[in-house]
């Protein structure tokens, strides 16, 4: 049955990338620029907010039992500086994104549910924060990047669909496990760190909150439009000392 449930979230991922553009227009754009060190202006070739967090969150009851889900991704500024809590484009802070999802493409609404889901249990409340304070900083979704080819919500699903491609990407879970790490169990902070400097090669930032692992945050700078590439984080970790790692449920 669980194997059954990934197929499907991979068929549904594939189906999902052709249902939405390829947002990477622009012919002029200089394919190996990396953010924050690129000297192109454009901020349709290579993002403005040039470090980009992606924030995977380990809640009890939420989320399948051998997955991290979503917190979000969060475009900073070059050296760590947040975007400001109402985003970056007034005019596309779309309200009830989950209902906006669940109409107009139902597969990354599914992938989302799984993936992504609120601790508070208001999934559209969560996703349309997250869309309007970052979704809306990642500059080189702007429609006016993409002119005729932009349908309404593309910068959307773009976005959200790139979220969900790092977490699958960077599986937190499976890391941990490879190195012997896994829910139920305490582990040292620094072990924990060790596992995904050993897998991916950067430090990660690891948060807790008494005691407990709560998030882990991965660092990234861009390469052209789109191509995440992992950088090590630049702050510091909450966790020390021995770090409990709940089973879910
Ligand atoms: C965690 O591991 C480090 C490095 O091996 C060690 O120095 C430290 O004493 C350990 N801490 C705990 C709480 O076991």
Redesign the pocket.
């Known amino acids: 049955m669980k194997s059954f449930i990934s197929l499907s979230v991979l068929m549904a991922a594939a189906s999902l990338v052709s249902a939405v553009p390829v947002l990477n227009a622009r012919d002029s754009c200089p394919i190996n620029a990396l953010s924050c060190s690129t000297t192109t202006a454009d901020t349709c070739c290579s993002p403005k907010y040039g470090l980009v967090l992606l924030v995977q969150q380990w809640v009890k009851n939420y989320g399948p039992a051998d997955a991290f889900t979503l917190h979000g991704l969060w475009p900073d500024t070059c050296s760590g500086g947040q975007t400001g809590s109402s985003g970056c484009d007034s005019t596309r802070t779309y309200a009830n994104v989950g209902t906006i999802l669940k109409s107009g493409n139902p597969t990354l609404y599914s992938s989302m549910n799984t993936y992504w889901p609120s601790y508070n249990d208001d999934n559209n409340v969560f996703w349309t924060h997250e869309w309007g304070k970052h979704g809306t900083c990642v500059t080189t979704l702007d429609p006016a990047c993409f002119g005729t080819e932009y349908t309404k919500y593309d910068d959307m699903y773009g976005y959200f669909d790139k979220v969900l491609s790092l977490r699958q990407e960077y599986d937190l879970y499976k890391i941990f496990s490879d190195a012997g790490i896994t829910p139920g169990g305490s582990y040292?902070?620094?072990?924990m760190v060790a596992a995904i400097e050993n897998a991916l090669g950067v430090s990660a930032k690891l948060t807790c909150s008494s005691g407990t692992l709560s998030e882990i945050w991965l660092y990234f700078y861009v390469k052209g439009t789109s191509d995440y590439i992992l950088t090590d984080s630049i702050a510091s970790n909450t966790c020390?000392?021995?770090v409990k790692y709940p089973a879910k449920y």
């Open positions: 040292n902070a620094t072990a020390s000392g021995t």
